[in-house]
């Protein structure tokens, strides 16, 4: 497709508005094996990652280009109509740029620049994407070696979880994966730990020193009874005044901020006086 740098899109049926808006949905974004990052922050943190978009399209207002030329992102910028940009994203007030980013920016090698052992985080059935991209977060933050999600998960391409992952897409190995070969992969670890509001033991007791993987599945329904049955310990978060539980973000949060925990002191005591 080609265009002058300084048109401005004011259809809606422009083709690349098109594919752009065909990202907000499963189907646009499987078939196109790319999604969508809204915001200054989310480009610019994506882009101190070393990841790139393919295309970023920015609202035609003196504010957004003078945030566009600020940021210089390294591809074509299209400007595009207040009316016509508000149908790229599915927030009432976007911000005023959004970029087109290939899959393939988003690693599926596991990451083991902080951790020697594997920690692997697994979101089965967690299915709001506000949830899901806190685990994202969590996991860059902690240095999870690599991010699991099962199929009958939401999205993590979704635009609610990059937005609430806010840039953590790009700092951790992230795969969606069926469940035979999810639980071939996690056979081999020393620890398969299943996040359970009735587990037999609390979350600060667990091995989370050796290679592992935490579970994490649905408030409403918990995880798969198969991952469930490979598990080696079923942990709980002790809460107090009779609340029954935290929702998934909140709770596998908490099991991957221990388990860096205990491998930073780990290795605190190993080091030399």
Same mark, same amino acid.
């Given at each position: 497709?080609?265009?002058?740098?300084?048109?401005?899109?004011?259809?809606?049926?422009?083709?690349?508005?098109?594919?752009?808006?065909?990202?907000?949905?499963?189907?646009?974004? !499987?078939?196109?094996? =790319?999604?969508?990052?809204?915001?200054? @922050? #989310? +480009?610019? &943190?994506? /882009? *101190?990652?070393?990841?790139?978009? !393919?295309?970023?399209? =920015?609202?035609?207002?003196?504010?957004? @280009? #003078? +945030?566009? &030329?600020? /940021? *210089?992102?390294?591809?074509?910028?299209?400007?595009?109509?207040?009316?016509?940009?508000?149908?790229?994203?599915?927030?009432?007030?976007?911000?005023?740029?959004?970029?087109?980013?290939?899959?393939?920016?988003?690693?599926?090698?596991?990451?083991?620049?902080?951790?020697?052992?594997?920690?692997?985080?697994?979101?089965?059935?967690?299915?709001?994407?506000?949830?899901?991209?806190?685990?994202?977060?969590?996991?860059?933050?902690?240095?999870?070696?690599?991010?699991?999600?099962?199929?009958?998960?939401?999205?993590?391409?979704?635009?609610?979880?990059?937005?609430?992952?806010?840039?953590?897409?790009?700092?951790?190995?992230?795969?969606?994966?069926?469940?035979?070969?999810?639980?071939?992969?996690?056979?081999?670890?020393?620890?398969?730990?299943?996040?359970?509001?009735?587990?037999?033991?609390?979350?600060?007791?667990?091995?989370?020193?050796?290679?592992?993987?935490?579970?994490?599945?649905?408030?409403?329904?918990?995880?798969?009874?198969?991952?469930?049955?490979?598990?080696?310990?079923?942990?709980?978060?002790?809460?107090?005044?009779?609340?029954?539980?935290?929702?998934?973000?909140?709770?596998?949060?908490?099991?991957?901020?221990?388990?860096?925990?205990?491998?930073?002191?780990?290795?605190?005591?190993?080091?030399?006086?």
């Amino acid at each position: 497709m080609s265009f002058e740098p300084s048109e401005v899109i004011t259809s809606v049926h422009n083709p690349g508005i098109k594919q752009a808006r065909s990202l907000l949905r499963r189907k646009g974004r !499987s078939e196109e094996r =790319a999604f969508l990052v809204e915001g200054t @922050r #989310a +480009l610019t &943190d994506m /882009m *101190a990652s070393g990841a790139a978009p !393919s295309l970023v399209y =920015a609202r035609d207002t003196p504010d957004d @280009r #003078a +945030l566009v &030329d600020d /940021m *210089a992102p390294p591809c074509s910028v299209r400007y595009v109509s207040p009316e016509v940009f508000a149908g790229l994203s599915d927030v009432p007030h976007p911000q005023g740029i959004v970029a087109v980013v290939p899959m393939s920016e988003v690693t599926a090698e596991p990451r083991f620049d902080i951790w020697r052992d594997d920690l692997i985080l697994v979101a089965d059935g967690v299915r709001d994407p506000g949830n899901l991209g806190t685990l994202l977060r969590s996991a860059a933050g902690t240095g999870v070696t690599e991010v699991l999600v099962t199929p009958n998960s939401v999205d993590p391409y979704n635009p609610k979880c990059v937005r609430s992952a806010m840039g953590a897409h790009f700092l951790v190995s992230l795969r969606q994966m069926t469940m035979a070969p999810l639980m071939e992969y996690l056979s081999g670890l020393d620890a398969i730990i299943v996040a359970d509001a009735n587990g037999a033991d609390s979350y600060d007791s667990a091995p989370w020193n050796r290679s592992c993987a935490i579970i994490v599945g649905s408030e409403a329904f918990g995880p798969n009874p198969a991952l469930v049955d490979l598990a080696t310990a079923y942990v709980r978060i002790p809460l107090a005044r009779n609340l029954e539980s935290l929702n998934a973000g909140v709770a596998g949060s908490h099991l991957v901020l221990e388990a860096a925990r205990q491998r930073r002191l780990a290795a605190s005591l190993q080091e030399p006086a």
